[in-house]
């Protein structure tokens, strides 16, 4: 894997101190200005405005086109504190995703970067990068599920057992079985912990990525994913190791439309960044 380092002088000199008005539009603009896009231009954004995290490099070299089209990235750009950083994966990957997540996995203070990463033949993993003594570092990763052409999307990034330490979900495969995963994010480890077959977050073919719902429920986070053949939607939590279905909602569920907008659900935490669509 080729990494490479970009400091853009031109940012720091006409950008203000003040993230929230002068700066972030600046650095939007310079992104759009001087990275190749994919066709969705999704760029996640930090809620203090430090960090910014997007897919560059359009290729059409992995003809899976699980998300509608043949346009994948090999490029993965961050900006932290106004400097720029810039990745470029080795000729067998692509990132298989629309816009990467970026989450404080390590509690160190710092974003680190979530994304859906494919080996052109052995399918998608998860990679997790960090900034580290002036790169872009790979901090963790899933690996791949194994064959061409299969793929997977993530369904939350938090702590959902209140123990302090991260943990992830996804469905692997969700148009062929739909494995739900789980796995603890421990020290730069990701050690896959409990899973279950039958469930889906992804259409074949389709844009929207957001048909997973997280909530806190006071004493537990209960997350909620539509079965495989899309007539309910089930809760679980993480409690002792496992994952525990705690609600089942009998919904036929519009995999176009985000599953938010499909249910009340209660205390709703707030997913600026795992989460995305496009419709």
């Known amino acids: ?18 993230t929230n008005t002068t700066e972030g539009p600046r650095i939007l603009e310079l992104l759009a200005l001087n990275y190749d896009q994919l066709p969705e231009q999704a760029i996640a954004k930090s809620v203090d405005g430090r960090f910014y995290a997007q897919y560059a490099m359009p290729t059409s070299k992995y003809s899976h086109g699980v998300l509608g089209d043949q346009i994948e990235a090999e490029k993965l750009v961050v900006v932290r504190d106004s400097t720029f950083y810039e990745l470029v994966l080795a000729e067998n990957f692509v990132f298989e995703d629309i816009r990467p997540r970026l989450y404080d996995v390590d509690g160190d203070g710092d974003m680190e970067i979530i994304t859906i990463r494919t080996d052109l033949t ?4 998860i ?10 570092r790979e901090y963790s990763s899933i690996r791949e599920i194994g064959k061409s052409n299969r793929w997977l999307n993530i369904v939350a990034i938090d702590d959902l057992d209140n123990d302090g330490i991260v943990e992830i979900v996804w469905i692997e495969t969700p148009h062929i079985g739909g494995v ?5 994010i421990s020290n730069g480890v ?33 997350f909620y994913v539509p079965i495989q053949n899309r007539l309910k939607i ?28 499909q249910h009340d659900f209660n205390n709703i935490v707030a997913d600026p960044v795992n989460c995305i669509n496009l419709n």
């Open 127 to 136: 990679a997790i990068y960090k900034i580290q003594d002036g790169e872009i």
């Open 180 to 184: 739900l995963k789980i796995a603890r």
């Open 234 to 261: 089930v809760g679980f939590e993480f409690k002792d190791d496992e994952l525990m279905k705690v609600e089942e909602i009998n919904l036929e569920v519009d995999f176009s439309e985000s599953l938010l907008s």
């Open 1 to 18: 894997m080729r990494i490479v380092f970009l400091f853009v002088f031109l940012a720091l000199a006409i950008v203000s101190c003040d």
């Open 190 to 222: 990701l050690d896959v912990i409990s899973e279950e077959a039958g469930y889906s977050n992804h259409g074949l073919g389709d844009r929207n990525l957001c048909l997973s719902v997280l909530t806190d429920q006071m004493t537990s986070k209960v």
């Open 122 to 125: 052995n399918g998608a993993g």
